[in-house]
């Protein structure tokens, strides 16, 4: 069984490949410069998902699935959709589950984990 994995640290990879599947653990936006503007940080992880993507031999028009935590699901899913459905290309949409999630970083609203074929 071979498995390549990127960006490892002591406490997991953020990219993990096994045959012809390619893993990304959630990702979000590095919140210092950008202040609490969902509509920023969810396009900067996005920009950030596309490139782990591309470097793993894959593309959005590839995913497979995708879970999205939202600070507060209440609040940010009519935006967070909208987002969502302009970054996607048409007739690409994976199975997706949203999901409320309280993150340790208070700071932190939206954290998104793929999985994607190569």
């Known amino acids: 069984m071979n498995i390549q994995s990127s960006y490892t640290n002591v406490l997991m990879s953020q990219v993990l ?3 012809d599947r390619v893993y990304l653990t ?3 936006a590095d919140t210092s410069p950008l202040g609490n ?3 920023v940080q969810a ?6 998902i596309e490139t782990l993507l591309t470097e793993a031999g ?21 935006t ?3 987002i969502w459905g302009q970054w996607l290309p048409e007739g690409t949409a994976p199975i997706r589950a949203i999901l409320e999630a309280k993150q340790v970083e208070p700071n932190i609203l939206v954290e998104i984990a793929m999985t994607a074929a190569v």
């Open 43 to 48: 396009g900067n992880t996005l920009a950030a």
């Open 58 to 78: 894959s593309d959005k028009t590839r995913l497979l699935s995708a879970t999205i935590y939202l600070k507060n699901l209440k609040t940010d899913l009519e």
């Open 37 to 39: 503007d969902l509509s």
């Open 80 to 82: 967070m959709d909208r």
């Open 17 to 19: 490949m096994h045959q």
């Open 26 to 28: 959630g990702r979000f």
